[in-house]
């Protein structure tokens, strides 16, 4: 048995298997603990990240499959985001903007 997070935010033993998240509240708290910022430049987001964390955010980004986003490529400190158009750009860096 392991300690796993229930639904009401607190810990449970459960098996590893029960080891599920909510990925959009995991991004959420990560972005509110790592965010310094985001930048667009047409269909591309620049956010920026204290060092090591863009890969996390980066995966959990790709984890939701936002209709909007092609996909990711993160470093250190920075990720990349790749959007389908301009207007999916800005709805999609609003939609971070609005998780801080």
Do not use: H
Request: overall charge negative.
């Amino acid at each position: 048995l392991v300690k796993v997070p229930s639904a009401s935010g607190k810990y449970k033993y459960g098996t590893p298997t029960e080891q599920r998240f909510n990925t959009e509240d995991k991004l959420k708290r990560l972005i509110m603990e790592v965010f310094v910022s985001i930048d667009q430049a047409q269909i591309f987001l620049v956010l920026k990240t204290l060092p090591g964390n863009a890969n996390a955010i980066g995966a959990l980004i790709d984890d939701l499959e936002w209709e909007e986003i092609m996909g990711t490529i993160c470093g250190d400190d920075t990720c990349l985001i790749i959007c389908r158009t301009e207007e999916k750009a800005k709805q999609v860096q609003q939609k971070l903007i609005d998780m801080l």
